[in-house]
């Protein structure tokens, strides 16, 4: 399994960033996919969800409302939009996914929402 984030930045407060995962090892188009963060001295907090086939979709409600994950099974890509971005949303971003019990997650792309 191998997850490739990308598409973080600096972006002032009330910007907007498109986050990108590429998923390789595989079968992408099979699982469900999540991203989850890690703000600077804090834990893991998850952040979305969506299903194999894009029907089902769930957020935290940190983002609810201004964050949209997607995802295109024919290019083995994870998306989130993330828009209206707010200083707490500083953290290391990773794409997740569960196999067979075992969480995988790539490095990680940093988000920084500062002024």
């Known amino acids: 399994v191998q997850l490739v984030e990308s598409g973080g930045g600096l972006v002032q407060p009330g910007g907007s960033l498109r986050l990108s995962c590429e998923a390789s090892g595989f079968t992408f188009s099979a699982y469900d996919m999540s991203w989850v963060r890690q703000a600077p001295g804090k834990g893991l907090e998850w952040v979305s969800t969506?299903?194999?086939?894009?029907?089902?979709?769930t957020y935290a409600d940190s983002v609810k409302g201004r964050f949209t994950i997607s995802r295109d099974n024919a290019k083995n890509t994870l998306y989130l939009q993330m828009n209206s971005l707010q200083t707490e949303d500083t953290a290391v971003y990773y794409c997740?996914?569960?196999?067979?019990?075992?969480?995988?997650r790539g490095k990680g792309t940093l988000v920084t929402v500062s002024s």
């Open positions: 997740n996914v569960s196999r067979a019990g075992t969480n995988y």
């Open positions: 969506i299903s194999w086939s894009g029907r089902i979709i």
